[in-house]
């Protein structure tokens, strides 16, 4: 009797975030002894929705997907469930499209309002910010921007963003528009940044002007930023439990495609948490960090 | 020099021809087989269609592409342009800019889908044609003008849409990116008839052959008394419109306009044109070449994909059998003139 | 303008008044003024840079006039651009060559102006049909669907004469239309120009081959450093080179053509060729291929090598100086055998080579005249880090440009902005300062005017009396006499012909050159 | 043409090449001007120095750039080989692949700064001459070659580094990016000695006028007896080294070498040299030029952030200025001509 063969589709390869949950769910699939075909969206939605296309035509039995974009994967996805296959969406959570067999996720909004509420404790009388926000125009980068406007666009007096520019994601950008960001405004009391990748960019800025006591605060807890937060260059990055999510959805995916099993919930939500100092423990990914 | 090398050279001109653009086709032939043969249901009409479907959008920029390089000229704006143009379809579709996420095909309020293709076009073609002034009036190169509306229409993109995507067209729309005529998809469709439309204007019109001309060397084209600089405008416009037509089949497929569309998308048309024998000189090319150069990357991408390469190793492996197809051509050429 | 009136039997169909024309630092032409009847073939003469192609480019549009007037059919006229001027049934045949090299020559002959047939679309058939038989006219039998980049400079020209030809006009200019051509094309040319002007066209015509412009010109107008150095009228017979001369130069000038002596060396044979053939190369199918070539060069021998436009001459050249693949044959240099395989190695042995096509293989159109000058002998004017000796270099110019009177502005000008004569004195330079053993030259005068090409051939002699072996391949069989110690001909790939400079003449030339004919037919 | 217009000319020669540098350079001081009457504190030495050491990395690629268009000849593959030389100095400097994640400066357990240093250039070096040799020997245009490299290089580091950064390098290597010599950062240093050094060869040396020649016409280039194929491998191989060397100032400064460094870097390198004012047709252009170039985007970018402009709104200004700086040069000269 064949094995099972399921699709595990990811944003991009391009970013240890994405290639973390791909590892993920190819160790799950490993497990539940099921074959995984492997996509990487290459940060393009028309890519993304080829390699499920092509999915398709090798008739899957099921799809764990963490789509680029939750509105142009839309289309795919329900060819898809029209087709038939089970889809489970990881991280992003698609609207409107009915059918979902599950979704398994982190908001990012919620995400970003976490940072920003751990950033507000640690100045209760108010603070002066820099913010680097991510790519423009990528899904992730708009959900968690609102998130930090959510929290701090009330408190607009107390905390006031005085700088704010994207850095597109990428460690170095990150550094210059810091060191520009510094240049013009001086020491700012944090810097919230929309991954960990600018929050280290932005680490090596500050350490470069001895602005040592800054708070930077960075997003999706990478080994290398636990690691951070662990010498204390960083004052949090938010947790999404990526793996967690991961196999979870290769779980339930698999589970349906064996024998129709629906699962429990529907939707399986992971509240962010923004790791610190004090409960570096909860990071999922901490045993990388030896 | 009598009537029977008349002869010989006759029928030989169509076998050049045929041999001209014969090395990417053997090429593409190849990757086809050797991809059917690792597994078969990779000529399955629904994979063929997919490839179909997914080259149609490059492709068709890819066509304006070729117009622009036979003029020895270039444009890396079209990944941005092709997002302003969906953006601007998007709006005149949903009637604003407001997103309503509506994904139901009964969400717009807009000006359907014809105001929207419209839209589209007369809005790239613009662009094209703004592009095109500068570089003839202002004379600044053409690298340097495009690069500069790369930046430019990506700022235009996010300014109009706040970042955000516009999603959730009408169903008469989205059927222009999902849709099938029998079998057959629409944007498979339109890329073909778009092909052959190019391709008689290039080959058979006075202003095909002027394009020609131009890129075969404009100071000369001038003194035999074309209009360089018109024509030069021309071509981007070209693109430009074309950008705007990809644009629209891509939002309708994706039922979805984002901001950050068609990044990248200028190196994958450029490619195209040039694997397809276009030379970035100008002067030499064909619409046929750019077709098999879009498809040849296209099989190469799905086909990969579909035996499951790891997308690392597929990266290293699109690179080499990309320079391959092309050295393999000029080999080709290099043995065959005789 | 009463006595103009009296004078001339028909009212002019061009006249220039008072044209002057600046570029930067250079003033090209200053008030210069002449008139062009119809019906009649006006000669436009004078030395390299004295302004000619600059008029005429005014003339067709290319560039405007500084300040002056030009009136045309009584009409005042001010082109644009080159097609006003097409409108106004002025045609011209440019000196550098303005084909297109990636289109055929079908697409050339009728840029912007193709045959539709059905639907409105380009009909190719009727293209290549008509073309057919308009370069036919000027003796061209080639297939129109030929690419123009394989072509030879020759051929070029010839098409693009035909071209002209084939437009409606009532002013044809020519600069320089036979600078590449053979006696055999020279004549059908003569002929067709004849023809035109029997049927009232107007053709202004430039050439630096003076018993060209004596046999074919009704009046000539002289330019002299951008000035107008006066008109001359054929007066009964046809106009006298030494009265040209004296006009051009401003001094009599008896000496200028006047033949080196001529000796017979009994130099050491310094470049031995046996048996040397070649294949057809694919990326140049219209190459003519040697056919076995047996040649002696001696030291201090100017051998000059005579042949029609495809006899094969430049491809013997290009072979011998590694520029293009030998298939069989051996070539010897003082006695050692020796097998270039490009054109690195030939001039690391002691060959040069000046090319024919000076545009697209000799200049830098770019690049300054210091650069062009010095780019075959990089090696000589560097030091032994790499660094270029700038102050030898620029010495060593300043010194050619002395003996060889290269008219220039700055040694960093662009090569681009030197009038034709004086680039190639520039390219002439550039092999002169590698001091070589043997020097080949490919048309080493196209374009030259009559006092620098007395100069170069006076160059040549010396080159050849501090014992280099000189080979000369020239169209200009006159040149051919004039310098050559000895003289072979060619036709198709073969040496047809063989005899020492002071027995040739040019019908016996012009008979070995024809020869192959009789001996395919013995064969 | 006596002593006085030879006089004449020897002065004419650097007023000359100083007004034909000068469009790019008047604007870039316009610029200047402006941002700091904006905000006075944009010419505070310690935002030059910042200002120095952003334009570095991709300044140094750009002096190797420069060589490759001198000859007509381009290089896509630049922000791939940067991130793959870059995964090569870390492990080097680490010892391996396997990623301590330590950010402390004692982490490093590998072969030290130096044979960082060396694997970095060489590896570049190397890629940079595979590239050549394809171009010249393949007769593959090296727009495709370098296309395909820019897949493969970025295949390869993702392979190697499985797709996550390597970082935390001894305070030795550091330096290399976050140093100061006096008051004036490391990388800006290097660079301002690399371009010099560039400056030199390209003008001054027989390497460089050969590197002219072949640019400006390359056929008559090989009748003057160059070596044609060597000299455009050589300019491959520069690019090469200075990717590599660009990559270990890189890593350096970020203390850690990521697997998506310096994706697009092509195009911004590119256009610090074509602005530069080197022509993309090859034999016209030079490394002031270049510099400036540089300094032109880098002063744009640092002084749009740091009058916190919006990105949208940056993208758009940086395009439009960019165009205006290219047309405003080559108005000038058209000024300056006549
Ligand atoms: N574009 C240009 N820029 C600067 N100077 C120029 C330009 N074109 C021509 N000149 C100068 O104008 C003068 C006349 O050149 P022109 O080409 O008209 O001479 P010509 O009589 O045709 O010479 P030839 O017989 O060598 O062709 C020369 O000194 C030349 O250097
Ligand atoms: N570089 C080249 N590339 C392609 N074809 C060439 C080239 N050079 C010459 N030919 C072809 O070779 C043929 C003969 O060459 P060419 O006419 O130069 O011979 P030739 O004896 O030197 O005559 P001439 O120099 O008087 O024209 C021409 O038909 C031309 O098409
Ligand atoms: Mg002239
Ligand atoms: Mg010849």
Redesign the interface.
């Known amino acids: 009797q064949d094995k099972l063969t399921i699709l595990g589709s990811v944003p991009s390869l391009g970013f240890p975030f994405f290639v973390h949950m791909l590892n993920q769910i190819k160790a799950e699939a490993q497990a539940q002894g099921v074959n995984l075909v492997e996509s990487d969206g290459q940060n393009s939605a028309p890519k993304q929705t080829a390699d499920i296309e092509a999915a398709l035509v090798q008739k899957v039995n099921a799809i764990v997907i963490s789509p680029l974009d939750v509105n142009a994967l839309a289309p795919a996805i329900e060819q898809a469930i029209q087709a038939g296959v089970p889809v489970v969406t990881i991280d992003r959570r698609v609207d409107g499209v009915e059918g979902i067999l599950a979704h398994v996720g982190a908001d990012n909004v919620k995400g970003g309002e976490a940072e920003a509420q751990a950033m507000v404790a640690a100045f209760p009388d108010g603070a002066k910010i820099f913010h680097l926000q991510g790519q423009p125009g990528a899904g992730p980068a708009i959900d968690r921007n609102k998130g930090v406007h959510n929290v701090l666009d009330p408190m607009k007096d107390k905390y006031q963003i005085i700088f704010e520019q994207t850095a597109n994601f990428a460690r170095a950008e990150a550094l210059s528009v810091t060191e520009a960001g510094l240049a013009a405004n001086g020491k700012p009391d944090a810097i919230i940044c929309a991954n960990d990748d600018m929050a280290l960019g932005a680490v090596e800025a500050c350490a470069a002007r001895n602005f040592t006591d800054v708070k930077i605060y960075g997003f999706d807890a990478l080994p290398e930023a636990l690691v951070a937060v662990r010498d204390g260059k960083l004052a949090g990055t938010v947790e999404q439990f990526p793996g967690e999510q991961s196999r979870t959805a290769v779980q339930i995916a698999v589970a349906y495609a064996k024998d129709k099993t629906e699962p429990k919930e529907k939707l399986v939500l992971l509240t962010p948490i923004v790791i610190g100092k004090d409960n570096l423990d909860k990071a999922e990914r901490l045993g990388e960090t030896k | 020099?009598t009537s029977t090398t008349?002869q010989s050279?006759r029928s030989g001109?169509n076998v050049a021809r045929l041999l001209m653009s014969f090395g990417p086709l053997m090429f593409l032939a190849l990757l086809i087989v050797v991809f059917t043969v690792l597994k078969p249901s990779f000529i399955d009409p629904i994979n063929i269609f997919n490839i179909m479907r997914q080259i149609s959008i490059t492709g068709l920029i890819a066509l304006g592409m070729t117009f622009v390089i036979l003029t020895a000229g270039i444009d890396l704006s079209v990944g941005s342009l092709l997002a302003f143009c969906g953006m601007v379809a998007a709006v005149v579709a949903k009637g604003g800019t407001a997103n309503t996420l509506s994904l139901s095909t009964s969400g717009a309020q807009g000006f359907g889908w014809f105001a929207a293709l419209l839209a589209a076009v007369v809005v790239g073609a613009l662009a094209g044609g703004v592009q095109g002034f500068a570089i003839t009036r202002l004379k600044v190169p053409p690298f340097v003008v495009t690069l500069g509306g790369l930046t430019v229409f990506r700022g235009l993109t996010l300014t109009i849409s706040n970042g955000g995507p516009i999603s959730g067209f009408d169903a008469s729309m989205r059927w222009f990116g999902t849709g099938l005529i029998g079998p057959v998809p629409v944007p498979a469709i339109i890329f073909a008839a778009a092909a052959i439309l190019c391709h008689?204007v290039l080959?058979?019109?006075?202003y095909?052959?002027?394009v020609?001309?131009v890129?075969?060397?404009a100071?000369?084209?001038?003194?035999?008394?074309?209009?360089v600089d018109r024509i030069l405008i021309s071509v981007y416009v070209i693109v430009g419109f074309f950008a705007g037509l990809a644009a629209f089949v891509l939002s309708a497929r994706l039922n979805s306009s984002e901001a950050v569309a068609g990044i990248g998308y200028e190196l994958t048309v450029i490619s195209a044109v040039v694997i397809g024998g276009t030379s970035l000189f100008?002067?030499?090319g064909s619409v046929g070449g750019t077709v098999v150069g879009a498809a040849l990357i296209g099989v190469l991408q799905n086909g990969l994909q579909f035996n499951n390469v790891s997308s690392y190793t597929q990266s290293i492996v699109i690179g080499l059998i990309l320079i391959l197809a092309v050295a393999f051509d000029r080999w080709l050429?290099?043995?065959?003139?005789? | 303008m009463p006595t103009a009136e009296a004078i001339a039997p028909s009212p002019p169909l061009l006249a220039v008044e008072g044209v002057t024309k600046r570029?930067?630092g250079v003033t090209a032409l200053s008030d210069v003024s002449l008139e062009v009847r119809p019906g009649e073939i006006l000669g436009l003469l004078g030395e390299n840079g004295a302004g000619k192609s600059t008029l005429l480019k005014i003339l067709?549009g290319?560039m405007p006039p500084s300040s002056g007037r030009i009136v045309f059919d009584g009409v005042e006229f001010n082109p644009h651009?080159?097609?006003d001027a097409?409108r106004l049934g002025i045609v011209?045949i440019?000196q550098e060559l303005?084909?297109?090299?990636?289109?055929t020559v079908a697409?050339n002959i009728f840029?912007?102006?193709?045959p539709?047939g059905r639907f409105?679309?380009?009909s190719w058939r009727k293209m290549e049909v008509d073309s057919r038989a308009i370069i036919a006219r000027v003796g061209l039998?080639?297939?129109p669907?030929t690419p123009v980049s394989a072509l030879s400079v020759a051929e070029q020209q010839l098409v693009e004469i035909a071209r002209a030809l084939s437009l409606k006009s009532r002013l044809i200019i020519m600069d320089e239309p036979t600078s590449a051509l053979t006696e055999t094309e020279v004549q059908k040319l003569m002929s067709i120009m004849g023809r035109l002007r029997k049927d009232g066209v107007a053709i202004m015509f430039v050439t630096h081959r003076l018993e060209e412009a004596s046999a074919i010109c009704d009046r000539m107008t002289v330019l002299r450093d951008g000035r107008l150095a006066g008109h001359l009228d054929r007066d009964g017979g046809p106009i006298k080179l030494p009265k040209i001369i004296e006009k051009m130069v401003g001094r009599a000038a008896s000496e200028l053509y006047a033949r080196p002596t001529l000796r017979d060396v009994a130099g050491d044979v310094r470049l031995s060729v046996r048996g040397l053939r070649t294949v057809?190369d694919?990326?140049a199918?219209h190459a003519i291929v040697l056919e076995g070539i047996d040649l002696d060069l001696k030291a201090g021998e100017i051998l000059g090598v005579a042949g029609l436009v495809g006899s094969g001459r430049t491809e013997l050249a290009r072979a011998i100086?590694g520029?293009d693949r030998i298939a069989a044959g051996t070539i010897t240099l003082d006695g050692k055998t020796i097998a270039p395989e490009?054109?690195?190695d030939?001039?690391?042995l002691g060959i040069g080579?000046v090319?024919e096509d000076r545009k697209?293989?000799?200049?830098?159109?770019?690049?300054g005249i210091l650069?062009n000058f010095?780019?075959?002998a990089?090696?000589r004017y560097?030091n032994a880090l790499?660094?270029?000796a700038?102050r030898r270099e620029r010495q060593a110019l300043a010194s050619y440009r002395k003996a060889l009177s290269i008219?220039m502005?700055?040694?960093?000008q662009p090569i681009e902005g030197l009038s034709g004569g004086n680039q190639q004195k520039v390219i002439l330079a550039?092999w002169l300062a590698r001091d070589p053993k043997v020097l080949i030259v490919d048309e080493p005068t196209r374009g030259v005017d009559v006092g620098a090409k007395a100069e170069v051939h006076q160059i040549l002699v010396q080159l050849a009396a501090r014992g280099i072996a000189i080979m000369m391949i020239s169209s200009e069989l006159p040149e051919v006499l004039a310098v050559s110690d000895r003289i072979v001909t060619m036709r198709r790939g073969r040496i047809t012909g063989e005899m020492p400079g002071i027995e040739a003449t040019e019908e016996k030339l012009m008979e070995l050159m024809a020869l192959d004919q009789t001996q395919e037919a013995t064969q």
């Open positions: 020099m008349e050279e001109i008689i080959r058979y019109t006075r095909g052959r002027a020609y001309a890129g075969g060397n100071e000369a084209a001038r003194l035999s008394g074309l209009r100008g002067g030499i050429k290099s043995r065959v003139r005789r | 570029f930067a067709s290319v651009n080159p097609q097409k011209t440019y303005s084909l297109i090299p990636t289109l697409e840029i912007g102006r193709a539709l409105g679309l380009v039998d080639l297939d669907a057809r694919p990326q199918p100086f520029a490009t054109p690195a030939a001039i690391a080579l090319p697209h293989q000799a200049i830098f159109a770019a690049l650069t010095s780019v075959a990089l090696g560097s790499g660094f270029m700038e008219r502005a700055s040694p960093e550039r």
